[in-house]
Structures are given as structure tokens and as C-alpha cells.
């Protein structure tokens, strides 16, 4: 009864709001930007605005953190929600003397030896005067970090001379650990010469050879003119692969205009068994060479421009997790309209694919409709209880409310 309600709607409100419609949606002279593919699946909606999130699993919780004024941070008990905003990573601007010290950029925070470490960027829209800063804290909570300023720079400051600083841009930082040796490494670099691995010292507050940073190249288009649009990198592994992520195409400014469909943000892959490359896409290509899988992309035509990549490793069994950013369609297209989504991986000969699913990951109920606990036809449990938060049945039902709308609207 629900579904033919539904649809009965879907097809009243395309018929009364088509011309509405026509006039709201940008256009690039005829064409819409936005993608109509249903390749990818509808996000689970993380329902807390967020540019470039990051999440950390910690103490049974989700702790959120994004770019803004002195880094907001957040905490929820499960993906979507409720989260509730603790305060921020800073308690002033940052002690980097550069542009937009008090709004830093796409955090990364870690765990690391007893302390958290919180990677942050300072820079400014189309300049390379950036540089990546650190701040640590042992309880992970406002008004207990320590600022140490900048862990390299780029453009100017000190050590901006030295290679491969000299020709890349020093924002974006992710954190990876080599699972042989324990290494660690920062990952960073957006668009001029891509994207960069550089190993860091034990404390995690300097480059182990600060002189000689033996960086490697991991992700470089060639081949794509002026504007080399990769960024917002990140690095998980899932044995035997490393997996390089990264943010590929226009990240955000729609307001002023949109690009051609395609050239927008997207969720891009490669490979490799070794933590500093080479890495390869699914057709062997390699990503310095301007390879990448897209897993991820503009859909449904609601779905648009998701970028800012970050992937949580399931634990005793559970499915990792895709997040990023995208924007709503329905919610708006400024950049602070910015949506946290997320969706599960499965791995289909060892590449990831973003799959549908609604099981939250910590809440559980008893279902008492099953059709509601079930992705694509099978359980998404072994056990016969499946369980889904309850208010996910709305979600679902928006759901297909929206692609009803789709569909008769087309």
C-alpha cells in the first residue's frame, strides 16, 4: 500500500511541479549537469553537513572531524547519527603564519602510540603558499589538543625549497601505516604535481629525513593539461592491496557555474601490494600516468560532485566503509551544503565497489517487516534476525519515493 501511495504521489507532483522543476535545476544551455546514472547506489545519508570529513572509530563512538573555523569535531554513536558537535580541535587560529589560519582544511586524525595526532591543512583556493600542520592530544576531546605548527610547507616557509615541496601543493594529508615494517607516512598533494607519500618520524611531528624526504609520486595526470584536478587522497589496506583514494575533477564553487557532466568530483582506486607503489587501476593503468577506477560518482541525479574520500576497515567480519561528501541536490549546492555520506564495500576480485544497504553498524531492532532487512535479494546477516534501525524504513521509503519521482519526471 505504501509503494502505490508513493507512486501515486511521484506521478501528481511531477505533473503539477514540472515547469517548477525545469526552471529550479541549473543548466549548462540545455543539458542538466547533474548525472542520471543508477550505476552507483543512493548514499546512507550521515544527516551532519560535512566538507573533506574524516572519521576515527573510538571507545564504541564515531568521532567526526572537518575543515572550518579551529576545526569543528563531533561525536554519534553510529554513521548517521545523531551526532552532536563537542567544540574544536584548536582553540584559536593556527600558530602556521599563513592565509585563513582560523579556517583550516580537510583533517585527518589518527590514533598513534597512546595519542591522537590531528593532520590539518592551511592555504587559500588556487594557491600553492599551503602547508599541512599537526596538533595532539592524549583524551581526544576539546581543549585538550596541543598545536605544533607546520609539518611541512609548500610555496613558502621553511623547507618549501626542497623537493618535492617545490612543485606541489601541501593540503589534503591522510595518514597510512606500512603493515610490514610499521612505518608510517603521510599522504598529500592536490592538483600541480598530484599526490605524494612521505614517511614521518616515530613522534609523527616532523619527516624522518627532513633534508631528503624520499616522497614518492603515487597519483599524476600527465596528460591533463594545465588543470591536473587530483586530490583528497587516502590510503586503507585490505590484504594483500594498499588501496590509494583519491578525489578526481571540481570539488566545489558551483554557484558560479557547473562543469561538463563528468568533470565534477569523483571516487577514484588504484592498487598495489606495496605501500609506496606503483599503483594501478582495474585496466592496469598506472595512477601516475592518470589511472584510476572510478567507485564512485554523481548519481540519481540527486547525488552530485562526491569527493573527499575516507574508508574505515571493518573489524570480526564487518564490511569496511566508504565516506566522503557530496551535495544533495534537493539541499543545495554551495559548499556548506555539503552532506557526509557513506555506503559499504563490497570487493569483486579484490576491487572495491560501493554497494546499497541500510544495516546500521552499531544500533540494532528486530524486524518486523523483512523485505525492509534485506540487500539486493539475500540477508546482510548470517544470523535470521537481521536488524536495521527503525527509522531506516523511512529512509527507505524516501528512497524509493525518489526514484519514483525520477523515473515519471524523465
Given at each position: 500500500m505504501h509503494l502505490l501511495i508513493l507512486l501515486a504521489t511521484a506521478i501528481l507532483l511531477c505533473s503539477v511541479n514540472a515547469r517548477s522543476q525545469s526552471e529550479a535545476q541549473p543548466q549548462t544551455g540545455n543539458i542538466s549537469p547533474f548525472s542520471q546514472t543508477t550505476k552507483y547506489p543512493l548514499p546512507n545519508a550521515g544527516n551532519v553537513a560535512a566538507h573533506d570529513p574524516n572519521i576515527l572509530q573510538?571507545?564504541?563512538?564515531?568521532?567526526?572531524?572537518?575543515?572550518?573555523?579551529?576545526?569543528?569535531?563531533?561525536?554519534?554513536?553510529?554513521?548517521?547519527?545523531?551526532?552532536?558537535?563537542?567544540?574544536?580541535?584548536?582553540?584559536?587560529?593556527?600558530?602556521?603564519?599563513?592565509?585563513?589560519r582560523s579556517r583550516p582544511w580537510a583533517p585527518t586524525t589518527v590514533a598513534w602510540k597512546n595519542s591522537f595526532y590531528c593532520f590539518y591543512s592551511i592555504s587559500k583556493a588556487g594557491s600553492r603558499n599551503s602547508a599541512?600542520?599537526?596538533?595532539?592530544?592524549?583524551q581526544l576531546s576539546p581543549g585538550s589538543w596541543t598545536d605544533h605548527g607546520a609539518l611541512i610547507n609548500t610555496g613558502q616557509g621553511n623547507g618549501s625549497d626542497i623537493s618535492p615541496y617545490t612543485d606541489s601543493n601541501a593540503i589534503d594529508p591522510s595518514f597510512i601505516t606500512d603493515h610490514a615494517s610499521g612505518q608510517p607516512y603521510l599522504l598529500y598533494g592536490s592538483y600541480w604535481h598530484g599526490i605524494y607519500l612521505v614517511p614521518l618520524?616515530?613522534?609523527?611531528?616532523?619527516?624522518?629525513?627532513?633534508?631528503?624526504?624520499?616522497?614518492?609520486?603515487?597519483?599524476?595526470?600527465?596528460?591533463?593539461?594545465?588543470?591536473?584536478?587530483?586530490?583528497?587522497?587516502?590510503?586503507?589496506?585490505?590484504?594483500?592491496?594498499?588501496?590509494?583514494?583519491?578525489?578526481?575533477?571540481?570539488?566545489?564553487?558551483?554557484?558560479?557555474?557547473?562543469?561538463?557532466?563528468?568533470?565534477?568530483?569523483?571516487?577514484?582506486?588504484?592498487?598495489?601490494?606495496?605501500?609506496?607503489?606503483?599503483f594501478v587501476?582495474?585496466?592496469?593503468?598506472?595512477?601516475?600516468?592518470?589511472?584510476?577506477?572510478?567507485?564512485?560518482?554523481?548519481?540519481?541525479?540527486?547525488?552530485?560532485?562526491?569527493?573527499?574520500?575516507?574508508?574505515?576497515?571493518?573489524?570480526?567480519?564487518?564490511?569496511?566503509?566508504?565516506?566522503?561528501?557530496?551535495?544533495?541536490?534537493?539541499?543545495?549546492?554551495?559548499?556548506?551544503?555539503?552532506?557526509?555520506?557513506?555506503?559499504?564495500?563490497?570487493?569483486?576480485?579484490?576491487?572495491?565497489?560501493?554497494?546499497?544497504?541500510y544495516v546500521s553498524m552499531l544500533e540494532e531492532y528486530d524486524c518486523a517487516e523483512q523485505w525492509l532487512c534485506r540487500d539486493n535479494g539475500t540477508d546482510t546477516s548470517e544470523s535470521s534476525g537481521t536488524t536495521v534501525r527503525p527509522h531506516y524504513m523511512l529512509d527507505i521509503l524516501a528512497f524509493i519515493f525518489t526514484g519514483s519521482y525520477l523515473w515519471f519526471c524523465s
Open positions: 573510538h571507545d564504541g563512538a564515531y568521532w567526526l572531524f572537518k575543515g572550518g573555523i579551529h576545526l569543528p569535531m563531533y561525536k554519534a554513536p553510529t554513521l548517521d547519527g545523531p551526532w552532536t558537535q563537542l567544540g574544536t580541535v584548536l582553540d584559536g587560529p593556527s600558530m602556521i603564519p599563513k592565509q585563513n599541512i600542520g599537526v596538533a595532539t592530544s592524549t618520524a616515530e613522534d609523527l611531528l616532523s619527516v624522518r629525513e627532513p633534508e631528503r624526504p624520499n616522497a614518492t609520486n603515487l597519483v599524476y595526470a600527465p596528460d591533463g593539461g594545465r588543470v591536473k584536478p587530483d586530490e583528497g587522497s587516502f590510503m586503507s589496506y585490505r590484504k594483500p592491496y594498499y588501496y590509494a583514494w583519491f578525489s578526481h575533477g571540481k570539488c566545489c564553487g558551483f554557484q558560479k557555474g557547473f562543469p561538463a557532466m563528468g568533470k565534477e568530483y569523483s571516487i577514484r582506486v588504484g592498487r598495489s601490494k606495496d605501500v609506496r607503489g606503483p587501476d582495474e585496466d592496469g593503468r598506472r595512477l601516475t600516468e592518470g589511472g584510476g577506477t572510478v567507485v564512485y560518482a554523481s548519481n540519481h541525479g540527486s547525488v552530485y560532485a562526491p569527493g573527499g574520500v575516507g574508508v574505515l576497515s571493518g573489524t570480526d567480519g564487518a564490511s569496511d566503509v566508504l565516506y566522503y561528501h557530496y551535495l544533495n541536490t534537493s539541499i543545495g549546492l554551495k559548499d556548506t551544503d555539503a552532506q557526509l555520506g557513506w555506503n559499504y564495500l563490497d570487493y569483486k576480485d579484490g576491487w572495491p565497489v560501493a554497494k546499497s544497504g
